[in-house]
């Protein structure tokens, strides 16, 4: 790192002299800097440990969020539906569903309210293309028109401009009332449609009409020339669960903890059961992550360290390729936390947490060795091994008891995990970047080196600024006696 004089000396090397001193000062602070250079190695080293204990903390931090979840029996929760007759009706279970059997018999499937129109109504296009105005399609003779459309206890009052609004302006009106109603118009059809957005008997579609002069005579708007029906209601889903009458306004519904989709009229039966196979995933889940996590922190306290590889200096950066910086560096940054205490410690209580024994727990299960869950050789440190059909037997013959040791084992681990991860943020920091600031033994060590770096540079530049002095004197000096044998030489002439 190069340091900055604090005086503005004429730097212009050897002009009395005739001797390069700018780069005898040079290779003398090269020497003096190196106290620095091993500041800011010092430096980087805390830098990258405290990068692989947050790289580490967060995926431990991850892993415990999800054993966290694990300590709860609605985690392991999850229910087998089997419908016979997916035609009447689709199910699904959530957690609190009861077990057993439900008889569904579907008499009425829920309907919205609609309206169509009943005699084919007038073209909306002129011979051009264009729109006509509803005026011209329905030969009114008013300018404009007001009528109310209601559905159930909502009602809006909509405005008509015979003169200049189409039938397509008429719909946009009616789907704009905020009554809870969508209209559309079909030319091919030549048909109004009206329909409630919501099924159920509660909504009833009707309007106030509106009187308007033809060249026939007086009419109704809506009813007459439209051909629309005064009202319309829609109707609830009906139906029977095991002989019990039950009606909704909407044709899906939560009912005992079932999500039933009602498709069609007619007989099912449902099945409910515990979904045995979701615990075995989920433990199963669980463990594979364990065994990625200990790899990974067993990884990096047997990682090889190589002492002699420091991080680079600026001048050794220069002196290598963008490819040597980065093998260089690859080197430096291994083994860093080898045999490091808290990830050992950490290590170490997880293992414990996996093999010790649940307190009250079922004396068939209170070891995961009893679900078929082992471990392997010595040197696999801690990996752990499971027997598929053995844990899928243990699920299916006894799942309380699995779910109950399991919360036993996430119990004992979040508590492992909670500690480690504590020790970690005291030692390296906050892994998650919230707080504001950092008060770690590493970032206080950084802190502190960072005040002697800049006592070094003070002390680099005064003594910088002191071998130019000395320089700068010298060459005085020697420009002296050169002037001073110059004017003997004169004299003898």
Do not use: C
Request: glycine letters at 6%; proline letters at 2%; a negative charge.
């Amino acid at each position: 790192m190069s340091t900055v004089s604090s005086v503005n000396y004429n730097r212009v090397s050897g002009l009395a002299s005739g001797i390069d001193y700018e780069s005898i000062i040079q290779n003398l602070m090269q020497a003096q800097r190196a106290p620095l250079d091993k500041l800011n190695q010092d430096k980087t080293v805390l830098e990258w440990k405290q990068q692989d204990y947050t790289e580490l903390a967060k995926k431990a931090y991850a892993f415990n969020q999800k054993v966290f979840d694990m300590e709860f029996t609605s985690y392991y929760r999850s229910k087998d539906v089997r419908v016979n007759g997916s035609s009447v009706a689709n199910v699904t279970a959530g957690t609190q569903a009861n077990n057993g059997t439900y008889n569904i018999d579907v008499k009425q499937l829920a309907t919205a309210a609609y309206m169509t129109s009943t005699i084919d109504l007038p073209t909306a296009y002129n011979d051009d293309g264009g729109l006509k105005t509803i005026g011209e399609q329905f030969g009114i003779l008013d300018d404009t028109g007001k009528f109310t459309i209601s559905n159930g206890e909502s009602s809006k009052e909509i405005t008509v401009d015979f003169a200049s609004d189409t039938i397509a302006n008429l719909v946009a009106k009616i789907n704009e009332s905020d009554t809870g109603v969508t209209a559309s118009y079909d030319d091919n059809l030549h048909r109004l449609f009206i329909t409630s957005n919501s099924t159920g008997s509660s909504n009833v579609i009707s309007y106030m009409d509106a009187d308007v002069i033809t060249g026939g005579g007086e009419k109704d708007f809506l009813n007459e020339l439209m051909g629309l029906p005064q009202s319309s209601s829609g109707k609830d889903a009906v139906f029977e669960v095991n002989g019990a009458v039950l009606t909704q306004p909407a044709n899906t519904f939560q009912i005992t903890g079932l999500n039933i989709s009602l498709a069609g009229k007619g007989k099912t039966s449902i099945i409910v059961d515990d979904d045995t196979d979701y615990i075995y995933d989920q433990v199963k889940g669980i463990l594979n992550d364990y065994n990625d996590l200990i790899s990974e922190i067993n990884e990096k306290i047997s990682e090889k360290r190589y002492l002699d590889y420091k991080p680079l200096t600026d001048d050794q950066r220069d002196q290598l390729s963008d490819t040597q910086q980065e093998k260089w560096e690859k080197k430096a940054r291994s083994g860093l936390l080898k045999s490091d205490p808290i990830l050992s410690n950490l290590l170490f209580s997880m293992r414990e947490a996996i093999y010790s024994k649940a307190d009250g727990a079922d004396p068939s299960y209170d070891m995961l060795a009893d679900l078929g869950i082992t471990t392997g050789k010595w040197y696999e440190n801690g990996k752990l091994y499971i027997d598929d059909n053995k844990l899928k037997d243990s699920t299916k013959k006894d799942p309380d008891a699995v779910i109950s040791l399991m919360k036993n084992v996430m119990s004992n681990m979040h508590t492992e995990l909670d500690d480690g991860l504590n020790r970690i943020k005291r030692n390296s920091g906050d892994y998650l970047g919230i707080e504001l600031y950092d008060q770690s033994f590493m970032a206080r060590q950084i802190r502190d080196i960072n005040d002697r770096i800049l006592d070094t540079q003070d002390r680099l530049s005064n003594i910088e600024d002191r071998y130019y002095r000395q320089f700068t004197r010298m060459e005085q000096m020697i420009s002296q006696m050169n002037a001073q044998s110059a004017w003997l030489s004169q004299q003898f002439q």
